[in-house]
Nanobody, 124 residues
């Protein structure tokens, strides 16, 4: 079992930055690829960004490329999503997830464990 707890959400204005963190506990953190997903109001959950076990490779959705950066610290057992130049359409509940995959996982059904989510609201 892996327990994931997100933090760092909040209410910001368009153009601002936020840094989301996800703290992992339980099984060895470095065994898992990690990802961030989000669920906008009234919409399906969607992929945001992912990172491999080693942290050497990342992938992000087209809608956030150049604005969001995912990183991980396998000593502190954390994964971070740095979000810059936020837009109102980034408003969503953001979820951290862990995958046993040996590759970049971009589909929600490839993830084994999920956090409870943290709300990000961007006002115009």
């Amino acid at each position: 079992q892996v327990q994931l707890v997100e933090s760092g959400g909040g209410v910001v204005q368009a153009g601002d930055s936020l840094r989301l963190s996800c703290a992992a506990s339980g099984r060895t953190f470095s065994w898992y690829a990690m990802g961030w997903f989000r669920q906008p109001p009234g919409k399906e959950r969607e992929f945001v960004a992912a990172i491999t076990r080693s942290g050497r490779t990342t992938e992000s959705a087209e809608s956030v490329k150049g604005r969001f950066t995912i990183s991980r610290d396998n000593v502190k057992n954390t994964v971070t999503l740095q979000m810059n130049s936020l837009k109102p359409e980034d408003t969503a509940v953001y979820y951290c997830a862990a995958s046993a995959a040996h590759y970049i996982a971009t589909m929600a059904n490839e993830y084994n464990y999920w956090g409870q989510g943290t709300q990000v609201t961007v006002s115009s």
